[in-house]
């Protein structure tokens, strides 16, 4: 199960930030800021409802928090929620909850008395626009919900190259499907056979006029097809 620890706050600053410097070189600033919300009672007027945030800026945050909060500024602050336990001098301990700011956004101009302008012959101080927002090292923290959060973009996976795939024409549908026709042998060529003669018909059989290897009388042509001899008539 993943937790999330994660605050933030819009107010005015109640006081200009108290700094304390430490033997090993850290810093930090000690702030409270007003953050009232307002609201209608039940006779339709407005309340308001004002907490006071106390609030811990370490390192360079220190620096920019003392420098550029001042009494009544307006601010914008992301971060931790946390408990701090201390002992003071008598020995008696103590337990404060505050705000480790990790996000810092001014939303007021600098303050009157830095507009000022600088004694004579003294160089004029440097201020950024009102609005510039800082963080403290290492960058705001990165999950959802911190203000300017974007997730990271994972890199495109990168994948071999596919063959192109070979496609058959489909079949129309309801259309038969023909298989070539089988190959035969061609059947041989038949000779013509010339045509037979009738029979000669049954009964009396014909006689060859004249006589066959004899010459007609009157010298003509042989003639040797056969007739046949009538009933009642000599040759």
Known sequence: ??????????????????????????????VRIAVTERYMDRNNVQQSVTDWIPLVFNGKLADIAAQYIAKGSAIYVAGKWKNREWTDQSGAKHIETELRVDVLQLLSPRPQAQQQPAAQGAPAPQYPAAGPQYQQAPPQPSYPGAP?????????????????????????????????????????????????????????????????????????????LPFPQRPGVSQ
């Open 148 to 224: 300017g959060y974007a997730p990271a973009q994972a890199p495109a996976p990168q994948y071999p190259p596919q063959a192109q795939p070979t496609y058959q024409p489909a079949q129309p549908a309801g259309q038969p499907t023909y298989q070539p026709a089988p190959q035969y042998p061609a059947a041989p060529a038949q000779q013509p056979q010339a045509p037979q003669a009738p029979p000669a018909p049954q009964g009396q059989q014909g006689t060859l006029y004249p006589p066959q290897g004899e010459q007609p009388a009157d010298g003509g042509p042989v003639d040797d």
């Open 1 to 30: 199960m993943a937790y999330l620890n994660l605050c933030q706050f819009i107010g005015n600053a109640g006081d200009a930030p108290k700094v304390r410097a430490f033997d090993n070189g850290n810093k930090i600033a000690q």
